[in-house]
């Protein structure tokens, strides 16, 4: 047989999906990351860096493994029954899983906002103050005060909620509640905030609100965001990785990712052929 046909016929090798950072600052390094669910493997061996102050995105097919990535990174993980972890999570080189560390304190470094809102039952000045409250970041109401306005200041909402803020949070529009709970996150200071579909519940005014406080943010903040929208992605992120089946397919600069994928279930998946 000549050579030519065997390199052809030969089982392609494994492409390296591209997913550790050397050109630029890791804020976050996953490596080998796998997790189960009782016998069910959700994620097969993560090598993914998260780079510091810009916006990450994670797409893939539902049931990829999206969420599961996102909880490992600050451990959300941890209340879930059954679940395994396995492999390697550093944020700024210090494993999270490391004895020494306060959960606590890991959760006001790496903050989170969920899919569907879910600001507190109660006063709007109620729900940004609680974190600073309990990890004791102001010394009097004048300071809370000042971080309270501040942290709705960057979330782009003090104008709406200046006049109410004994209101409750959950008497707000839905893209104004989803901005209140960004606010939330931010008041304890976090170095990285984790959005699982933060828009996926909001008209398309209100997440270009979100998408345009997310392209601020990133100036101080790392940000992964989960989303189902490719135009989003393509919108907030400077990188893209793209999960399938619980493996990192690919990862990439958005732009490449989007215009020139090096995986063909990349361009599958982009171009809606499937997902
Ligand atoms: N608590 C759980 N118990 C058992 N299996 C789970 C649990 N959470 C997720 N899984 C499974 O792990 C896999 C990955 O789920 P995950 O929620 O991370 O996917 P996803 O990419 O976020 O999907 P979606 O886009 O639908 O939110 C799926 O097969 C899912 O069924
Ligand atoms: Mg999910």
Redesign the pocket.
């Known amino acids: 047989m000549n050579d030519s046909l065997v390199a052809q016929s030969a089982p392609a090798e494994k492409m390296d999906p591209g997913g550790l950072l050397t050109d630029r600052t890791v804020k976050m390094r996953t490596r080998d990351v796998h997790v189960f669910?009782?016998p069910?493997e959700?994620l097969k061996g993560i090598d993914l860096d998260i780079g510091d102050r810009e916006v990450t995105a994670l797409i893939?097919p539902?049931?990829?493994?999206?969420?599961?990535?996102l909880r490992c990174l600050n451990r959300m993980n941890d209340y879930?029954e059954?679940?395994r972890v396995e492999g390697r999570i550093e944020l700024d080189g210090r494993d999270v899983y490391d004895k020494s560390l306060d959960v606590v304190q890991l959760r006001a470094q790496i903050g989170m906002v969920f899919q569907k809102p879910n600001p507190f039952p109660k006063p709007i000045y109620e729900n940004v103050a609680y974190g600073p409250r309990i990890h004791g970041l102001a010394k009097n109401r004048a300071e809370l005060d000042e971080i309270v306005e501040g942290s709705l200041r960057k979330a782009a909402l003090w104008e709406e909620v200046k006049d109410r803020l004994d209101q409750p949070g959950t008497g707000l529009s839905g893209g104004q509640q989803q901005r209140l709970c960004i606010a939330r996150a931010i008041a304890v200071n976090p170095e990285v905030v984790l959005m699982d579909?933060p828009c996926s519940a909001l008209d398309p005014i209100a997440t270009a609100k979100i998408e345009e406080l997310i392209d601020e943010l990133r100036a101080n903040y790392t940000i992964v965001i989960?989303t189902?929208s490719m135009q989003q992605a393509a919108r907030v992120s400077q990188r893209t990785a793209f999960?399938h089946l619980?493996d990192l397919v690919e990862c990439g600069e958005t732009e490449q990712i989007f215009t020139t994928p090096r995986e063909q279930r990349t361009q599958a998946y982009i171009t809606g052929r499937f997902g």
Not at 62 to 69: A, D, P, V
């Open positions: 669910y009782g069910k959700a893939g539902s049931g990829c493994g999206k969420s599961t990535y879930i059954g679940i579909e989960v189902h999960f619980g």
